[in-house]
Antibody, heavy 119, light 107 residues
Framework: EVQLVQSRAEVKKPGESLKISCKAS????????IGWVRQMPGKGLEWMGI????????RYSPSFQGQVTISADKSISTAYLQWSSLKASDTAMYYC????????????WGQGTLVTVSS | DIQMTQSPSSVSASVGDRVTITCRAS??????LAWYQQKPGKAPKLLIY???SLQSGVPSRFSGSGSGTDFTLTISSLQPEDFATYYC?????????FGQGTKLEIK
């Protein structure tokens, strides 16, 4: 059974760093893209970026380029999303999702990680 | 970036109604379009991929059509569990952008 299990909710202060995770199981991790999607409170879905763990090919939305870093560790089938200096405007739910190379659609999603940034 | 525009932003309908949601891309995306359903407090769920292919396990009352720049999602006979927000997403070119969403509410 395919599963994406994300790390727990986080409460951080502005300026702090953070790395959240998405652990995959039930399929060959290196054969599928893993993407990250932001959903701010009461708002729609925003595509942030994506990584192909097989060769670490990583693409970002211009809106998020330079603001976050996406990475993956093949040895533990885990993808990451990290910030070096959080802002209050980073408060949101973050989802990871698997996409295959054939359909390009996100067919499995993590449960989401709520990040709250507040002083 | 390719802009995706959904209409309407919200719609009210009754159980048993037929509902159509449209999605327009700012440039040709061939058939690289997916539709997702999201219920409050839940992760999105894939309904349709490559514009018209039904994801495994999704009821056949959901259908998708279109190619190029204009696409539709149709729910043939609304069920109580279909009241949710629906998003389109283009997967032709990075960044894979979403539409702004269509909220389907009970009339």
């Amino acid at each position: 059974e395919v599963q994406l299990v994300q790390s727990r909710a986080e409460v951080k202060k502005p300026g702090e760093s953070l790395k959240i995770s998405c652990k995959a199981s039930g399929y060959k991790f290196t054969n599928y893209w893993i993407g990250w999607v932001r959903q701010m409170p009461g708002k729609g879905l925003e595509w942030m970026g994506i990584i192909y763990p097989g060769d670490s090919d990583t693409r970002y939305s211009p809106s998020f380029q330079g603001q976050v870093t996406i990475s993956a560790d093949k040895s533990i089938s885990t993808a990451y999303l990290q910030w070096s200096s959080l802002k209050a405007s980073d408060t949101a739910m973050y989802y990871c999702a698997r996409s295959d190379r054939v359909t390009a659609a996100a067919d499995y999603w993590g449960q989401g990680t709520l990040v709250t940034v507040s002083s | 970036d390719i802009q995706m525009t959904q209409s309407p932003s919200s719609v009210s309908a009754s159980v048993g109604d037929r509902v159509t949601i449209t999605c327009r891309a700012s440039q040709d995306i061939r058939d690289w379009l997916a539709w997702y359903q999201q219920k409050p407090g839940k992760a999105p769920k894939l309904l349709i991929y490559t514009a018209s292919s039904l994801q495994s396990g999704v009821p056949s009352r959901f259908s998708g059509s279109g190619s190029g720049t204009d696409f539709t999602l149709t729910i043939s006979s609304l069920q109580p569990e279909d009241f949710a927000t629906y998003y389109c997403q283009q997967a032709n070119t990075f960044p894979y952008t979403f539409g702004q969403g269509t909220k389907l509410e009970i009339k």
